[in-house]
């Protein structure tokens, strides 16, 4: 092999070995900022780690809006039919959030009680989160079937 096919085949070599370093780089960090969704079924089945941040979705179980007068704090469950998961969030909520709702909140498993830094609304009064259908089409909840 000549010097030069030499130089080349080193270049192409460092070149490969550059384009898997970034690529896994990218890859991993990915998968850390990733937001997966989970139904409260899906919560009550799995261990999840104190730190992972997800999206929790379901509707707002009846009864359950305990505000705080002092501060934004407010407190509910969510459902899917099957299991409840305790939400936490301080904050101003979505002016369409209410009891028997679908939402989707943010946040972060602690001590089985949910800590959200977000909380989303459905949009108007026949707008489902398509995430929010599923599971509760699994549980086989009626308001799955409603419009």
């Known amino acids: ?37 989970l139904s409260p079924s899906d919560v009550q089945a799995h261990q999840l780690p104190p730190d992972r941040q997800f999206r929790l979705g379901g509707l707002v179980v009846d009864g359950s809006v305990n505000r705080n007068a002092d501060n934004l704090a407010v407190e509910f469950a969510v459902t ?9 969030f301080s904050g101003i909520l979505p002016d369409l959030f209410r009891e028997g709702q679908g939402i989707i909140a943010h946040g972060t498993l602690r001590n089985g009680r949910f800590e959200a830094h977000e909380v989303l609304a459905k949009h108007d009064e026949t707008y489902m989160p398509p995430e929010v259908k599923r599971a509760l089409e699994k549980t086989g909840h009626p308001m799955a079937t409603q419009p």
Not at 80 to 88: C, F, I, N
Request: no cysteine; charged share 15%; net charge positive.
């Open 80 to 88: 899917d039919g099957a299991h409840e998961v305790p939400v936490t």
């Open 1 to 37: 092999m000549t010097p030069t096919r030499k130089r080349r085949a080193l270049f192409v070599l460092v070149l490969l070995v550059g384009l898997a370093a970034a690529t896994t780089v990218g890859i991993v960090s990915m998968n850390k900022n990733m937001m997966f969704f």
